[in-house]
């Protein structure tokens, strides 16, 4: 990689940061085009972000990404936002325009582009439980109800959250019908009953963490997908395929709404395939 005076740079920022590949991806992609730039991790505390955007665009920055805990505070602190980071009240992305900056989210492209790739389908027309309300617990549960998702299973010990979110699902989609399942034993009855299973917690982010669902939960035909892509499997992932479920973890998630992204910031579409090796090195090869 040949850095100069033209070198466009990218950043993901987060708080914290070093659990991050998207720098592996991103900067795998642009070496194999020819691409004259460098993508960086940087580590900025929320309270500091709506100063820090600013900043960056004025460096001449070409593109920044969004993870934990900022996505919600862009939302809230950019003046100008795609539908896609209306539709998900946080944007992932930032795209510096001549007219300033612009809040997309890649993250529901990624997830519906990641299904299709595992499994030869997305969610129209399935019945999908969403293991964890949060925030992307949260995307998912509204991109599966817009994109045609027969009924929806919200599972969380937050019954506000769940309470929360299932009233702005019914606000955007009323057909779509919804489920709530706050215990456990009805976490377990209602998840054999779905063909997708959604892992949106963050526990399995450490390696010893537990599956959240038993096996019982679990069953031939279904589809099991954790967003968490640290790891090849996590123990949800290895409890689901023990009980015949297809499984597949987020590195396909990560990879698409990354691969959007760069699309958004610079009109060109990147080399997924450089993106993909490069993430399954990071992961794989550990």
């Not at 509204?142 to 009924?151: D, V």
Request: charged share 20%; proline share 5%.
């Amino acid at each position: 990689m040949n850095l100069s005076g033209h070198t466009k740079p990218f950043a993901v920022l987060g708080h914290p940061i070093g659990h991050t590949l998207s720098p592996v991806m991103h900067n795998a992609s642009m070496e194999a085009l020819g691409f004259d730039g460098i993508y960086l991790a940087l580590d900025v505390h929320p309270d500091r972000l709506m100063e820090v955007l600013p900043s960056m665009a004025l460096m001449g920055f070409a593109g920044v990404n969004l993870t934990v805990p900022h996505k919600e505070v862009a939302f809230r602190g950019l003046e100008k936002l795609d539908a896609s980071a209306r539709l998900f009240g946080a944007a992932n992305t930032v795209e510096f325009t001549e007219d300033g900056m612009v809040g997309h989210n890649t993250d529901g492209y990624g997830f519906l582009k990641a299904l299709e790739e595992a499994f030869g389908e997305t969610v129209k027309g399935a019945s999908v439980f969403v293991l964890g309300c949060g925030g992307a617990g949260r995307a998912t549960a509204l991109q599966a109800a817009t994109e045609g998702a027969k009924s929806l299973v919200l599972a969380d010990i937050d019954a506000e959250r769940v309470q929360k979110l299932h009233d702005e699902i019914i606000g955007l989609t009323p057909d779509v019908e919804i489920f709530q399942a706050l215990e456990k034993e009805k976490q377990v009855e209602l998840c054999q009953t779905c063909d997708l299973v959604v892992q949106a917690s963050p526990v399995g982010m450490k390696k010893d963490d537990p599956s959240l669902l038993p096996p019982e939960a679990f069953r031939e035909g279904q589809r099991a997908f954790d967003l968490i892509y640290m790891y090849p499997e996590t123990a949800f992932l290895t409890t689901a395929r023990e009980a015949g479920a297809e499984i597949a973890n987020g590195l396909g998630m990560l990879l698409h709404q990354g691969a959007r992204a760069f699309e958004i910031w610079t009109g060109t579409e990147p080399d997924v395939s450089a993106m993909r090796n490069a993430l399954e090195d990071a992961v794989y090869g550990k």
